[in-house]
Each structure stands twice: as structure tokens, then as C-alpha cells.
């Protein structure tokens, strides 16, 4: 099994920047995609980026395109996101996730999650 600990968040003002961080650790070799997920209370939880484990595939939902980058160390089994141009909308738990299956946009395709960390954007 993976276990995936996220860190990195907390309060930053519109147009701030933060970088969540993600540590992986287990059977860290059979995963095959990362993704970030967010859910803000009273809303279902909505997918943020993905990466694929190797190679260069990369995708982001359309609210975050051009702001969040998603980046992984493989040899440090770490995945990361930066954010930048945060707006008060960011405002959620992010979650990271590992798939065995595949990678992409769907919360279904994710076997392993980590616990969430904070990420406020207030004024």
C-alpha cells in the first residue's frame, strides 16, 4: 500500500503564492499517476492536477490553468504544486492522490489519498 502526507498549507493573501508538498511512502513503485483534488465546504470534492509518475503528461482543471504548476521528485517519492495568483475561490482542503490504474481527472481512478492539508486565501 502507498501512504501519502501532504503538507505546505495555510493562510496567504489574493495573489500570494504557497507550495503544497506531498510525501509518498510504501509500495511507492506501483503507482502510475499523482493528483491534486480540493473541496471547499458544501462542494464536492473537484479535481485540481495530475501527473503522470513517468514521462511528461501533465493536466490541469480549467480554474487553476496558467497559475498551478504540478511537479513530482521521483527519487524523493514527492509530488508537489505550486501555487501562485491564489484567489479567495482557492479557498479549500487539498488532497493529494496515487492511482496504480492510470492517471487523469477522475476521483475514481485514485486508490490512495492523504489526510488533506488547509489552503485559506483571504484578505
Known amino acids: 500500500q502507498v501512504q501519502l502526507v501532504e503538507s505546505g498549507g495555510g493562510l496567504v493573501q489574493p495573489g500570494g503564492s504557497l507550495r503544497l508538498s506531498c510525501q509518498a511512502s510504501?509500495?511507492?513503485?506501483?503507482?502510475?499517476?499523482m493528483g491534486w483534488f480540493r473541496q471547499a465546504p458544501g462542494k464536492e470534492r473537484e479535481f485540481v492536477a495530475a501527473?503522470?509518475?513517468?514521462?511528461?503528461?501533465?493536466h490541469y482543471a480549467d480554474s487553476v490553468k496558467g497559475r498551478f504548476t504540478i511537479s513530482r521528485d521521483n527519487a524523493k517519492n514527492t509530488l508537489f504544486l505550486q501555487m501562485n495568483s491564489l484567489k479567495p475561490e482557492d479557498t479549500a482542503v487539498y488532497y493529494c492522490?496515487?492511482?496504480?490504474?492510470?492517471?487523469?481527472?477522475?476521483?475514481?481512478?485514485?486508490?490512495?489519498w492523504g489526510q488533506g492539508t488547509q489552503v485559506t486565501v483571504s484578505s
Open positions: 492522490a496515487a492511482s496504480v490504474v492510470s492517471v487523469g481527472s477522475s476521483s475514481h481512478l485514485y486508490q490512495y
Open positions: 501527473i503522470r509518475w513517468t514521462g511528461t503528461y501533465t
Open positions: 510504501g509500495r511507492t513503485f506501483s503507482a502510475v499517476g
